[in-house]
């Protein structure tokens, strides 16, 4: 049976230390300033704009000042669930697996470094999945990645994840970070953690791959770039002024848009109080039951 989803819930994971962008900082790496937006801010109203309605976010390091961030920003409007993961400095699975109760067929996941266009998320709600599958959104042009060295290489094979992983020795995409995951992610992270005390998503990708449930989503020329030094802060930056605001698919009609600018603050949003919940503690409004 295939499935399509609205893709209405998305997960966010931002517990991780972020030392390379933020060493020695106040602030943490979500909160960190991209051309006069906080980083997770901007990943946030690409997803409401998409239609997602609610967000969970994983926090650990300096989560506090998350959450107060988050729970502020006026042009927010999602309702927020906030998950602790007192494990942070272990792998990024040990975070998805925190938010594991909140993983519904169809849910995004996306990392709080990673600015993209909505064409990532288009492309993975249009997907056509069998019934627990995921996908990844992948970029096979390479040469456009900003720091090859650090991504996450993925092997593509027949339209599915073959391998996955920092260290490939063949590969021919690269991981976007963003994805559409259910539950049984979730299964083999525990499986995984079970085993050897700590996990990441690459193992989980593996393992489900293994069964044929990993499938890759090509986004073609949409826009994306992992935010995690101040190089790439600075090229993340100069993208948002050649592309616009939202990083769409056309570069920006603006007077003065050039590829090594670097952009003004974005406009005004529409201003509302977004509703939150909090793992364990008292609920502004409760978050729909998945």
């Keep these: 049976m295939l499935n399509r989803y609205s893709l ?5 994971l931002a517990a991780g230390t972020g030392s390379r962008l933020v060493s020695g900082e106040v602030l943490p790496k979500p909160l960190k300033s991209v ?12 997803l409401q704009d998409e239609g997602i309605r609610e967000a969970v976010i994983v926090v650990g390091h300096q989560g506090e000042l998350i959450k107060r961030a988050l729970l502020e920003e006026p042009s ?30 169809g849910t995004l996941l996306t990392m709080a470094d990673h600015l993209y266009s909505p064409e990532i998320v288009r492309c993975l709600r249009s997907m056509d999945l069998p019934l627990g599958a995921s996908a990844l959104g992948v970029d096979h042009d390479i040469e456009r990645c900003f720091d090859l060295d650090d991504a996450t290489k993925v092997q593509v094979e027949a339209g599915q994840i073959g391998d996955i992983g920092k260290e490939l020795p063949s590969y021919n995409a690269i991981d976007t970070g963003v994805f559409r995951i259910g539950p049984e992610l979730c299964a083999e ?3 995984i953690y079970a085993m050897n005390g700590d996990c990441s998503l690459s193992e989980g990708v593996r393992a489900l791959s293994a069964r044929g449930l990993f ?13 995690d030094t101040p190089a790439a802060l600075q090229r993340a930056e ?10 769409g698919a056309e570069p920006s009609s603006q007077p003065g848009a ?3 600018s670097l952009v003004v603050p974005a406009p005004a949003w529409a201003r509302a109080k977004q509703p939150y919940q909090e793992d364990g503690f008292q609920s502004a409004q409760d ?3 998945p």
């Design 8 to 12: 209405e819930r998305a997960i966010v």
């Design 35 to 46: 051309a006069g937006v906080p980083l997770l801010v901007r990943i946030l109203r690409t």
């Design 76 to 105: 927010l409007r999602l309702a927020f669930t906030f998950v602790q993961n007192d494990r942070f400095l272990l792998r990024n699975g040990v975070s998805l697996l925190a938010a594991s109760a909140h993983v519904v067929e």
């Design 189 to 191: 992270l525990e499986r």
């Design 215 to 227: 499938h890759a989503c090509d986004v073609g020329d949409a826009q994306w770039i992992d935010v």
């Design 238 to 247: 100069a993208m948002l002024q050649v592309f616009g605001d939202a990083l």
């Design 258 to 260: 050039e590829r090594d």
């Design 287 to 289: 978050l729909s039951a």
